[in-house]
């Protein structure tokens, strides 16, 4: 038999069921929407004219996220409402990439995220961004005894285009700059420019950078160390040492020759005499003291046949050689032919009857003068003659002469078994 709830039973629950709904409905309409809450991560990747931001997103503060991101400005305390990147909706965490900066300026940010409740911000941060200068570096690629040999590079023009570039450099400063030091600057707007830096001193250490100029100012790049070439000794087979002078591109030893064996060992012969008549032989090879006087050598050098100069043995020491005719001519024309003479000649009368010389060159010609092959001498300080390898004719060859009243270096030709001076170039 089945029996039936009461009637009033039944309409209890029916009115407690409708409290507990209303109830319900009463909470869910009361609950809060707040705006988010979001955290910054500082500025990376700073540029002349962009920067790179993050954010965090701790809360959406209860409904979901339309828009988050970082704004930005020159002033403290950015909001949407000035300048503002926007990576879109959604609780994720977030990078901004800010771009179009100004140069050299600094800037004010913070991450936000906006709901329906309004726009929450993280912490502020500032960031500089760079001056908009150029980037470039500096490579030297080989030195010589007066060039150095640079090239530089332009990794990024900056804020606004490339007007000079150049090189600066400098023996005392280590950190070379264009105004205080010895530059030199190209208008042009290449990215890679070879340079050869002349007119150096021979064996002295440079600091070398190049630089870049645009209209945020100028770049520098690294320094280079660079040191010139020291100048070759030369010892002949005697053991007498010489030093050299670089004129243009020709190395030439700063003494006259003062060796008494070809360079294989073998003695070059002296005569019975010093006053010895030796116009009767064919190829005399022999070798004098200027002016008959042995207290001459170490001051003058030796005086030597042209066979000497000639000889296959080679007097000069290795590397070293008789200079030609056409060797000479280089000489005279780098120096000026008119003026050749005096910037050859040392100062002074010890080696001169006239003070004509200035030794520019630091060549220091001697006046070492001649021995005729009757065996008589001449022009000791007047004159200083130098054979070449070049012959005139079958009895004469090619000499250079420099005069101690006239400021010019000349050429004549003299007989092969005259006693003259020598000078040895380098290969």
């Known amino acids: 038999m089945k029996t039936q709830a009461p009637y009033s039973l039944i309409r209890t629950l029916s009115l407690m069921m409708l409290v507990a709904t209303l109830l319900f409905q009463s909470c869910k309409t009361d609950e809060v929407v707040i705006a988010p809450q979001v955290t ?153 420019v070879e340079k050869t830096i002349a007119d150096l001193e021979v064996g002295k250490k440079y600091y070398v950078r190049a630089f870049a100029t645009n209209g945020q100012g ?61 116009s009767g032989e064919t190829s005399p090879i022999y070798y004098w003291a200027p002016n008959g006087n042995q207290v001459n050598v170490s001051g003058f050098g030796l005086l030597y046949t042209s066979y000497v100069a000639m000889d296959n043995r080679n007097v000069c020491p290795a590397g070293w050689h008789v200079p030609t005719s ?18 050859l000649k040392t100062t002074g009368v010890n080696n001169w009857n006239h003070d004509q010389g200035t030794n520019a060159t630091g060549f220091s010609g001697v006046g070492a003068g001649l021995r005729f092959s009757d065996g008589t001498y001449g022009a000791f300080k007047q004159q200083g003659e130098h054979w070449s390898t070049t012959a005139y004719d079958v009895l004469e060859n090619k000499q250079f002469m420099l005069y101690s009243q006239f400021s010019q270096i000349d050429n004549y030709w003299r007989p092969k078994s005259t006693g003259l001076s020598i000078r040895c170039l380098k290969n």
């Open 40 to 192: 910054t991560i500082n500025a990376t990747n700073i540029t002349f004219n962009s920067a790179t931001m993050g954010g965090t997103v701790k809360s959406n503060g209860g409904a979901e996220i339309k828009a988050k991101g970082i704004c930005y400005a020159t002033t403290a305390a950015p909001t949407v409402q000035s300048d503002t990147t926007n990576q879109g909706t959604g609780s994720q965490n977030f990078t901004s990439q800010i771009t179009e900066l100004l140069p050299n300026t600094k800037y004010f940010a913070r991450a936000y995220a906006t709901n329906s409740a309004g726009t929450g911000y993280g912490e502020e941060f500032s960031f500089t961004t760079g001056a908009g200068l150029p980037s470039i570096t500096l490579a030297v690629t080989n030195t010589t005894y007066k060039e150095i040999f640079a090239n530089w590079t332009i990794t990024a023009q900056g804020a606004s285009a490339i007007s000079l570039s150049g090189w600066v450099i400098s023996t005392t400063n280590a950190l070379p700059l264009t105004g205080t030091d010895v530059f030199t600057s190209f208008n042009t707007s290449a990215t890679f």
């Open 218 to 278: 100028t770049a520098y790049s690294n320094v280079v160390e660079a040191t010139t070439k020291n100048l070759p000794t030369a010892t002949d087979i005697d053991g007498n040492v010489y030093g050299s002078v670089l004129i243009g591109n020709q190395i030439w030893m700063d003494k006259n020759l003062r060796v008494t064996k070809f360079s294989n060992g073998d003695v070059i012969p002296t005569t019975a005499t010093a006053s010895q008549n030796i």
């Open 326 to 343: 056409a060797e000479w001519v280089t000489l005279s024309t780098f120096l000026g032919e008119g003026v050749a003479g005096t910037k």
